[in-house]
């Protein structure tokens, strides 16, 4: 395909390599769309040729009528050779600008999608650590102003720099036919003049790039105060927020200041320098025309050209600063997502296929930071089918059992088997595919109830959605909303409560019906009631399932068939609720500090060892 106008169409799961350097990631879409911009190069050469050739065309008419004055014959028959000329040349500018214009509303915008859906490709497979660290509306505006930036550099370099490239040598070729002085001497300034001019740009890049990641910073403050202007209204923290976003403001201010002072100093410099050269080149041709040696057409086209070139070589400065603030533009974004990604799936990596739900940590070590462990040498065993709960305070290594688990962070040693299968050694995909997770903080997208439930299993059907929210006891309060299941559920669920979230994560849970299920805190944001309802669909959700359950009420988890007891990243106890209480220890002493049936944050309590 000549201009590749659906990539959309082209389905990649795995991450594409793109290059950490600007320049390869930009060369990177020159070659995907190579024909197609050949092809405006050419038109857009034809364009500039027919533009800079119509000083020589004035020129032919010119001498034209002072030959018939001079014969005293009539001018049109002298003149009609180079109105013909001239008139194409118009006509030729039309034609190749228009046709290169049409070619750019057909490439540029497949060109920013595919800049944007591969860099969206690629920041999917980073790491949880990786999202942790980054603000995710600083990484949207990267990705925004990257596929910008490209489609920038591409089309400054076509549209810019090439048909000045074609004015200057045919420009040049014409004056040399009339003086080889004055064509020495315009080109000599020409190339000092652009030399300078691009080194001074060279500098600004980095300012340029400086500038970009202030932006870009900026977005992600605001971002994230917006996501929290709950938080900033239950503390009364208007003004705080104001004056906290307003340092980062000033900060892009100031960097702002510092780079279009740069640039202020650029122009100056390309100002006064085209002005001398204006001044001097007119002079000099006058004074060549003044000795006749040159023609009164000659003279014209002299002049005509010179103060194109001028103009044209003046306004490339400004293009050489705009082209180096979209490469910093480029620079800082893939800087920040074209890093190694730090979770891969092994060269040819199998599916994971689960078939009774058996899960192994054998030897396994696991620290967030270094010098920091949570887990040393943990051993676990879970047989298919089984309930098993997860005990302890917070920072105790629960939640960091079930990340391993969904392989969202990686141990440092050891090995987690799922069915005698080393997770490590089959897609990410097939791993989290064959688990349903229930998070404590539900996580939704801003779309309809149906397409947040139907996220479980995406070929499921509307009836198997309602059936599924029924069973989460969902339904009931789907229906009071205006438009039922196709309610948007705003940003991260906001318009829905802690409750009725948990319960539409619940609904998406069964739909999905994986051979795992992952349980944390799925009922601490529900009130009496409502649990009692939500531990009749756990139980239908958990049969003929392996389940791990974490929660800080003691009583959800009485019932499962075993209970692991974590303390500093440690398994100190494991039995049946029954057997740890017989038991007298931890447990013993955990169900003794409920406040409410709630476990508290921490106590200090000494640990058999």
């Not at 793109?18 to 034809?46: D, H, K, N, Q």
């Not at 020409?190 to 300078?196: G, M, P, S, T, W």
């Not at 976003?245 to 122009?267: D, H, P, S």
């Not at 009631?529 to 669909?537: G, H, M």
Request: hydrophobic content about 50%.
């Amino acid at each position: 395909m000549l201009f590749n106008v659906a990539p959309a169409q082209i389905e990649n799961t795995e991450a594409p390599p793109l290059p950490a350097t600007s320049f390869g990631f930009c060369f990177r879409y020159v070659t995907a769309y190579l024909w197609g911009i050949l092809l405006m190069a050419a038109l857009e050469a034809g364009q500039a040729a027919c533009s800079i050739l119509l000083p020589y065309a004035i020129k032919q008419i010119m001498d034209a009528v002072t030959l018939a004055h001079t014969l005293k014959i009539d001018v049109w028959t002298k003149v009609e050779s180079p109105l013909w000329l001239f008139g194409l040349l118009n006509l030729g500018i039309v034609l190749f600008s228009r046709a290169s214009g049409s070619i750019l509303i057909m490439l540029g915008p497949t060109l920013r999608l595919r800049v944007r859906r591969e860099l969206f490709a690629y920041l999917q497979h980073h790491s949880q650590r990786y999202f942790l660290s980054h603000f995710a509306g600083s990484l949207a505006n990267r990705i925004s102003e990257v596929s910008l930036g490209v489609a920038n550099v591409i089309w400054t370099v076509l549209f810019d720099f090439w048909p000045l490239i074609i004015s200057f040598s045919v420009s040049l070729i014409l004056l040399i036919g009339v003086n080889l002085e004055l064509a020495l001497t315009l080109g000599l300034w020409i190339a000092v003049y652009v030399l300078i001019s691009f080194l001074l740009a060279l500098r600004c890049r980095q300012y340029a790039q400086k500038y970009a990641a202030a932006r870009s910073m900026v977005s992600g403050k605001i971002v994230d105060s917006v996501t929290n202007i709950m938080n900033a209204k239950l503390f009364a923290r208007r003004e705080y927020e104001q004056t906290y976003l307003g340092g980062y403001l000033n900060t892009e201010v100031k960097i702002a200041r510092q780079t279009f002072w740069f640039m202020e100093r650029i122009r100056w410099f390309q100002f006064i320098a085209a002005m001398i050269l204006m001044l001097g080149i007119i002079g000099y041709a006058l004074k060549i025309w003044s000795a006749n040696a040159m023609t009164v057409g000659e003279f014209a086209m002299a002049a005509s050209l010179s103060l194109m070139l001028i103009e044209q070589a003046r306004g490339l400065s400004r293009r050489f600063l705009e082209f180096f603030e979209y490469t910093g533009n480029i620079n800082d974004g893939v800087s920040q997502i074209i890093q190694p990604h730090e979770i891969l799936d092994p060269v040819n990596a199998k599916n994971l296929i689960v078939k009774s739900g058996t899960i192994k940590f054998h030897k396994v070590d696991f620290s967030y930071v270094a010098g920091k462990p949570v887990f040393q040498n943990l051993n676990i065993s879970i047989k298919s089918g089984e309930k098993v709960g997860l005990v302890g305070f917070s920072g105790s290594g629960k939640s960091s059992l079930l990340n391993l688990i969904l392989r969202l962070f990686e141990p440092q040693s050891g090995s987690i088997l799922i069915d005698q299968q080393n997770i490590h050694s089959v897609s990410q995909e097939s791993l989290r595919n064959n688990i349903a997770m229930i998070p404590q903080d539900p996580m939704l997208f801003h779309r309809t109830l149906m397409e947040n439930i139907r996220y479980g299993r995406l070929d499921a059907s509307d009836n198997e959605v309602i059936e599924a929210s029924k069973k989460a006891h969902a339904h009931e309060f789907i229906m009071d909303t205006e438009e039922g299941y196709e309610s948007l559920v705003g940003e991260r669920g906001v318009k829905l409560s802690g409750g009725q979230r948990q319960r539409i994560a619940l609904a998406r849970a069964i739909l999905k019906n994986s051979s795992i299920l992952l349980l944390d805190e799925a009922t601490s944001a529900l009130d009496s009631i409502t649990e009692r309802l939500i531990q009749e669909s756990l139980v239908y959700l958990m049969r003929h399932k392996t389940v791990m359950v974490i929660a800080h009420r003691l009583s959800t988890l009485s019932h499962l068939d075993r209970i692991l007891v974590f303390h500093q990243g440690q398994i100190i106890e494991n039995g049946s609720h029954a057997e740890l209480l017989r038991l007298n220890g931890h447990y013993a002493k955990l169900w003794s500090m409920q406040a409410g049936g709630f476990l508290p944050e921490a106590a200090d309590i000494q640990v058999r060892s």
